[in-house]
């Protein structure tokens, strides 16, 4: 293969993560656009088409709750069929490399993991959507079991240990950040020395707050995004650009002479 052209902004991207020892990569929703799932913020996106519901309101009533099986029984085996994209794959080939310390993700839709990200290295901020779990005994089951029990006709799954009420393995608004991933993010951004976001708009809380908690740790910011961001003047490298086509180019010109 012939090697890339880089531009400017790419060598610089370059430099920064062949001098680094400790990169952690922190993703949004907008690195799993180009496999098909939109985001939220963005035109089309769920926000305006159907928001999810907040934890009180599941738990309280039924008929959100049958509401919230039915489009699972509908939307799930639309998201397990989504295939990585070439971003996803670039931080899968960062990691073989050795120096990707760790993803921080915002996703529930398991792609780190599917394009061979180790499970131990990816930290999910908003829970995943493979998994269930009962709000009583905290039994946890997965997906493809419950599929089947909404498949025959099941309307509202409920925990087969104890009877108690199953609720999505994501954060719910309303829900509290799950503890141990948002530790283990704040210890990642404190230990790295590259923080690369992607496809992130940092407007919530705690994604928002990583990259400042990276900076006063003495980390150099890449920021790779179709819009801007409000972390873009402080950034090292700012790139302007879709997910997929930058990061593969970055992680191939780690191979070029340039
Ligand atoms: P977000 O705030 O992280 O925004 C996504 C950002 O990505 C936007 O700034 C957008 O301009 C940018 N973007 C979109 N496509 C891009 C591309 N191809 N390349 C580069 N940048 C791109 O996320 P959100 O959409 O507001 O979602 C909020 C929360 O909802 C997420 O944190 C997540 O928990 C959940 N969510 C998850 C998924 C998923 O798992 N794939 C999808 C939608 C929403
Ligand atoms: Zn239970």
């Not at 397990?80 to 915002?106: I, K, W």
């Not at 999910?124 to 039994?139: S, T, W």
Request: negative net charge; glycine residues 10%; proline residues 7%.
């Amino acid at each position: 293969m012939s090697e890339p052209i880089l531009d400017t902004l790419t060598t610089r991207a370059v430099s920064l993560i062949r001098g680094a020892s400790a990169i952690v990569a922190m993703t949004g929703a907008g690195i799993s656009t180009e496999s098909g799932i939109p985001d939220y913020r963005g035109p089309g996106g769920v926000w305006e088409t159907q928001a999810p519901p907040t934890i009180g309101d599941f738990l309280v009533n039924p008929e959100t709750r049958r509401e919230f099986w039915r489009r699972r029984l509908s939307d799930y085996p639309t998201l397990v069929a989504r295939e990585p994209n070439s971003g996803h794959q670039a931080l899968a080939d960062l990691e073989r490399r050795g120096t990707l310390l760790a993803t921080v993700t915002q996703n529930i839709d398991g792609l780190h993991q599917k394009a061979g990200n180790s499970d131990r290295r990816v930290i999910e901020l908003h829970g995943n959507a493979h998994q269930l779990r009962c709000v009583d005994c905290g039994a946890v089951f997965a997906a493809p079991e419950i599929q089947h029990r909404l498949e025959a006709g099941d309307p509202e799954p409920v925990c087969t240990a104890c009877g108690g009420i199953l609720r999505s393995g994501t954060v719910l608004f309303g829900d509290p950040m799950p503890k141990a991933a948002l530790d283990l993010s704040i210890a990642a951004a404190r230990a790295c020395d590259v923080l690369l976001i992607v496809g992130s708009s940092l407007v919530v809380n705690p994604a928002a707050r990583l990259p400042e908690i990276a900076r006063r740790h003495g980390a150099s910011l890449i920021v790779i995004n179709r819009t801007p961001t409000p972390v873009d003047d402080v950034a090292d490298v700012r790139i302007q650009g879709e997910a997929g086509p930058v990061l593969s180019n970055l992680v191939r010109g780690l191979d070029s002479g340039e």
